[in-house]
């Protein structure tokens, strides 16, 4: 097995774990825990013991993944993580709560 092909097949491993791991964090999202999209779990100090632990291992397997991304000569961030970050960073206050943004990705997923 050639070295470009490892590196391809651990670059889908870790992007297929990613996806589990996402999947997980937004279903207990969808059933009510909150934290998951919403940066405020990481802004508030009283709030920070709450943080939801999938999103300490979507951030370590999001590094190695921008790692081998780089490494392939992808520029661009892997896209599930790119959607999570920019659902951690909307502060629109007219827009729905976690729960139900997180049930409607993982319609999106095709995981409902």
Avoid: K
Avoid at 8 to 32: P, S, W
Avoid at 36 to 48: K, T
Avoid at 54 to 69: F, G, K
């Amino acid at each position: 097995m050639s070295r470009q092909t490892r590196s391809d097949a651990r670059l889908a491993a870790l992007e297929a774990d990613y996806r589990e791991r996402l999947v997980e964090g937004l279903r207990e999202c969808a059933a009510g825990r909150w934290g998951l999209l919403s940066s405020a779990f990481d802004d508030e100090p009283a709030l920070r013991g709450r943080r939801p632990p999938v999103l300490a291992e979507l951030e370590v397997l999001a590094d190695r993944i921008a790692d081998l991304r780089r490494t392939a000569g992808h520029a661009e961030l892997y896209p599930l993580h790119a959607r999570l970050l920019r659902e951690r960073a909307a502060r629109d206050p007219n827009q729905s709560g976690e729960p139900r943004r997180a049930a409607l990705w993982l319609t999106e997923l095709g995981e409902a």
